[in-house]
Structure formats: structure tokens, C-alpha cells
């Protein structure tokens, strides 16, 4: 092993910041490998909710420099038979259960190998079997930047639980879709994707069948409290309100029914 590389930890969890679950994982993870730099991306995933975590992740993950360590932890089948799990790609490691959270990621980087999480060795004795954010992810994601070979980690898979980003029904006169994130600014990020920001500039945008405004280049295009739409940084058209929530203003929720109307525009 290598003990003198300095390796960058990524955390995407749905522990919040009010307890000790994020702080103790660092813990870990600094006891084993003390030259590692971790990072936080999102501790503030809904409980559970992989999908969110899968998006949070595919937002994010890319920004990285090349070895990044990506440790995500939203796992409601904890304790369960589902598997915890290491997998190498082309650019990056991913250390999480095997319940489809990185499948968002794994779609853009090219799997190399994937491994499961067996050897004890690794791994904390477990003082109950509700906390392997603490127990079996940070511990295996530090001895990975310490260099250790990832066959003492367990046996190859080969296969992953996949979920799939829902795709939007793309017609002649608009787009069907939904929303599949609301950030902490209140903006409702949609599964809409666009190419170049001069797409659907103009398209007139429905949520929840209400009419929310057309699309424009910038928060900054329409008055203060006023909605409209924008070619969001992670590449899918968003919905906000100009220096408001739009979530609370139009009770709109992950799962919204979204129609980008392609008539007008």
C-alpha cells in the first residue's frame, strides 16, 4: 500500500448534517487513509431516495480530476441481502450498495470492473448493522486510496441494479416530461435535455397544468417573483421563479408532469 498518496473522497449521503453519521464516516475514512481529501457533494438527498442520489451524482461526479474515490451512501436495503459493492472505471472509483444509485454515472463512464464487498478485514466491526456508511464503505473507499489491489477487496460481478433516468416523449409540436430534482434554491430541474442554450428559447413551458412562462437564456430575463424556464447548468431545462422558489410557489414536487410546447417557439 501506498500511505503517501493524496487521493480525493467524495460523500453523497441522505444522513443530513444534524447528527454524527457524516462527521464519523470522515472519521474513518481519516484514521486509515489521513492524506485523503474528502469532499462533500449532497448530504441532504430525501431519505432513501436513490433516484435523487443518482442524479446528484451524475451532476456532479464528472468535475472531478481523474482517481476520484466517489463514496455515495443512500441505501434503504440496509442490513438487507443487497450487495455493497466497488466499481472501477475508466476515470473513477465508485464505492456504494448495489441498488441502482450509481446507474445515472455508470451510463457516461465506462465500467471496467466491479467487485463486492466481502472481506471483514476491510470493513469495522459492526456494532449493529444499520450504519455501513461508517462500517464498510468509508473503510474500503480509504484502503482504495491507499492503494490497496482490488482483489483483497472480494470476488468480480458482473452485472449492476439499474435504474433508468426517465426519458421524455418528444412529439412533433412538444416534449412530455417531469421533474426529476428540486435543488435547495427551490428550481424544479425537469428531464428535458438540450443541446446548445439557444434550444426552446421561446417555448412556452406547462408543470402540473399550469402555464409557467417561456424559456430564456437567464434568471435575470424576467422581473423579480416572476416564473420562467432556462437551460439549467446540468443540462436539462429548469424551471425557477426570479429570486423565489418555484417548488413552493406552484406546489411543484419530483414527479411533476412537465410539457415544453414547441409551437410557439
Same mark, same amino acid.
Given at each position: ?19 454524527? =453519521?457524516? /462527521? ?12 485523503? $481529501? ?5 448530504? #441532504?438527498? @430525501? ?28 441505501? @434503504? !436495503?440496509? !442490513?438487507?441481502? *443487497?450487495?455493497?459493492? %466497488? ?11 448495489? #441498488?441502482?444509485? &450509481? ?18 478485514? &476491510?470493513? &469495522?466491526?459492526? $456494532? !449493529?448493522?444499520? =450504519?455501513?456508511?461508517?462500517?464498510? =464503505? ?11 489491489? @482490488? ?12 435504474? *433508468? ?20 434554491? +427551490? ?12 434550444? =426552446?428559447?421561446?417555448? $412556452?413551458?406547462?408543470?402540473?397544468? *399550469?402555464?409557467? /412562462? ?16 432556462? @437551460?439549467?447548468?446540468? !443540462?436539462? %431545462?429548469? &424551471?425557477?421563479? *426570479?429570486? +423565489? ?21
Amino acid at each position: 500500500m501506498n500511505n503517501q498518496e493524496n487521493r480525493i473522497i467524495t460523500l453523497t449521503t441522505d444522513f443530513g448534517l444534524c447528527d454524527w =453519521f457524516v /462527521g464519523t464516516m470522515k472519521g474513518v475514512i481519516l484514521s486509515i487513509a489521513p492524506q485523503s $481529501t474528502i469532499v462533500d457533494i449532497n448530504h #441532504n438527498i @430525501p431519505q432513501g431516495d436513490i433516484k435523487v442520489a443518482a442524479f446528484s451524482l451524475l451532476s456532479s461526479f464528472r468535475y472531478f480530476p481523474e482517481n476520484t474515490i466517489h463514496v455515495v451512501v443512500v441505501d @434503504p !436495503g440496509v !442490513g438487507s441481502k *443487497r450487495k455493497a459493492i %466497488v466499481v472501477k472505471t475508466k476515470r473513477y472509483w465508485f464505492v456504494a450498495p448495489n #441498488n441502482g444509485v &450509481l446507474s445515472y454515472a455508470l451510463n457516461i463512464d465506462e465500467i471496467v470492473d466491479i467487485w463486492q464487498i466481502e472481506n471483514d478485514q &476491510l470493513t &469495522l466491526k459492526r $456494532t !449493529g448493522n444499520t =450504519f455501513h456508511g461508517r462500517d464498510v =464503505f468509508a473503510p474500503i473507499a480509504a484502503y482504495i486510496a491507499i492503494g490497496i489491489e @482490488p482483489t483483497q477487496i472480494g470476488k468480480k460481478l458482473k452485472g449492476l441494479v439499474k435504474i *433508468r433516468l426517465p426519458v421524455p416523449e418528444i412529439s412533433e409540436n412538444k416534449i412530455d416530461g417531469e421533474i426529476i430534482y428540486i435543488d435547495h434554491f +427551490g428550481n424544479a430541474i425537469t428531464n428535458i435535455p438540450f443541446k446548445k442554450e439557444s434550444d =426552446f428559447l421561446g417555448c $412556452t413551458v406547462i408543470a402540473g397544468n *399550469r402555464i409557467i /412562462g417561456k424559456v430564456h437564456n437567464f434568471y435575470a430575463a424576467v422581473d423579480k417573483g416572476m416564473p420562467l424556464a432556462v @437551460p439549467g447548468s446540468t !443540462g436539462f %431545462v429548469e &424551471l425557477a421563479v *426570479r429570486d +423565489g422558489d418555484i417548488s413552493k410557489k406552484y406546489n411543484l414536487k419530483i414527479g411533476t408532469k412537465v410539457e415544453l410546447l414547441k409551437t410557439n417557439c
